[in-house]
């Protein structure tokens, strides 16, 4: 009997043991949501049953997570400009070009047409021709051409004194030289075009400008921001390049110039673009290190390819200091072209006879307004047509 009862009681101790074992189930980790009524948590198999994903309303907070959905604003593609031909700039800009020379143009017609040109008259002739940056040796030169002239004629009207000093103006800014900006690729070499001068002269804007110019008349361009010394000259190039669809090649602030250039060109190469154009640092002329640091930029693309054009970028307002910078500059690299930037503001249109007289190399182009399209091929005939009115 005793080992009935005791039979008894292990039978019922083992079933209340493994019947607590189906009826504790192991606590699903918290996910962090709130149990929804009738969730069960798991299957007979103990495999967790997949929720449906709960929808959110529209621009409603998440009852599920509790936090609110962030939309970020969509990012506008930047508009890709198509900026007009380099054909006919300077003469749409011919107006603004008149109005920034009126006093060296017409006081020079005003002499001319005095009824009597004696020496004091032929002296105001000259002393405009000089405080206008013609330079002395070039005044001179006009002077004399124009008081020969006077003589042979004997008459002088309106339209034959403009004449005259046309023809004299003409011949000191050389109509002759040429003027085209090399920018044409060399079978599967880009041309490459360098771009130097000082601080403040506008030059990474004329690289920005320039490739507007390029880009108008039908070509491709990468630009290479060469200018590491200063991480707001890359900046300011990144955003003329994107308006036109253009890539800038920069490197971290501080980088070596000369590799920048060099891969640019590369860029170039690999991608069949049509022209480089490398904004290099705007170094002191008084900084001997900086310009042996052109030097070196020079050299070292010329491991990839030809240097084409080396364009010294000057501020026409500047006169005399200007034509020192660009004799340096003349010295370590071989300047093919200027770039006369700020010729509508108090800028004299002399300076454009004095710097080819003292570089022997042409303006090539000529930065006329702040607008992204005034810079433009320099032409000879419209420019003093322009500060000599109509005719």
């Known amino acids: 009997m005793d080992y009935t009862i005791f039979a008894v009681a292990i039978f019922v101790v083992a079933v209340l043991v493994f019947g607590g074992v189906f009826l504790i189930r192991p606590r699903r980790p918290d996910s962090g949501k709130e149990p929804r009524a009738g969730d069960e948590g798991g299957s007979a198999t103990g495999t967790a049953v997949a929720e449906p994903e709960e929808k959110e309303e529209p621009g409603g907070p998440s009852a599920a997570a509790g936090t609110a959905t962030i939309e970020e604003p969509p990012v506008a593609p930047v508009e890709i400009e198509i900026p007009p031909p380099s054909a006919g700039r300077l003469v749409r800009l011919r107006a603004r070009l008149a109005r920034s020379q009126s006093v060296?143009?017409?006081?020079?017609l005003n002499l001319l047409a005095s009824d009597r040109l004696d020496e004091d008259a032929w002296e105001g002739i000259e002393d405009i021709l000089v405080t206008s940056d013609v330079g002395v040796t070039s005044a001179s030169q006009i002077v004399d051409g124009?008081?020969?002239?006077?003589k042979v004629l004997g008459t002088r009207s309106p339209e034959e004194v403009r004449g005259l000093l046309r023809e004299e103006l003409l011949a000191q800014i050389n109509p002759e030289l040429d003027r085209a900006v090399r920018t044409e690729p060399h079978g599967t070499r880009p041309a490459v075009i360098m771009v130097v001068g000082v601080n403040g002269t506008g030059k990474t804007t004329s690289c920005g400008k320039l490739a507007r110019v390029l880009v108008g008349?039908?070509?491709s361009v990468v630009l290479g921001a060469a200018d590491t010394f200063r991480a707001a000259a890359a900046d300011q190039l990144e955003t003329w390049g994107s308006r036109v669809g253009a890539p800038v090649i920069r490197k971290d602030e501080g980088a070596d110039p000369a590799s920048v250039a060099f891969d640019a060109v590369?860029?170039?190469?690999?991608e069949g673009a049509d022209t480089v154009i490398i904004d290099t640092a705007g170094r002191l002329h008084t900084k001997t290190g900086l310009m042996d640091e052109l030097?070196?930029?020079k050299r070292v693309v010329e491991k990839k390819s030809q240097v084409d054009?080396?364009?010294l970028v000057l501020d026409a307002t500047t006169g005399q200091n200007g034509l020192r910078q660009a004799r340096?500059?003349?010295?370590?690299?071989?300047?093919?072209g200027i770039v006369?930037?700020?010729l509508d503001g108090t800028a004299k249109g002399g300076i454009i006879v004095q710097v080819q007289r003292e570089l022997g190399v042409p303006v090539k182009l000529v930065g006329l307004g702040e607008g992204p399209d005034d810079l433009a091929p320099f032409e000879p005939e419209t420019f003093v047509d322009a500060i000599l009115g109509e005719g």
Do not use: P, Y
């Open 146 to 150: 124009l008081r020969t002239k006077v």
């Open 266 to 270: 590369t860029r170039a190469s690999d």
């Open 295 to 297: 030097g070196k930029v």
């Open 217 to 219: 008349d039908g070509r």
């Open 104 to 108: 060296f143009g017409q006081g020079l």
């Open 340 to 342: 006369l930037t700020k």
């Open 328 to 336: 340096v500059f003349a010295e370590v690299v071989n300047i093919t």
């Open 309 to 311: 054009e080396v364009l």
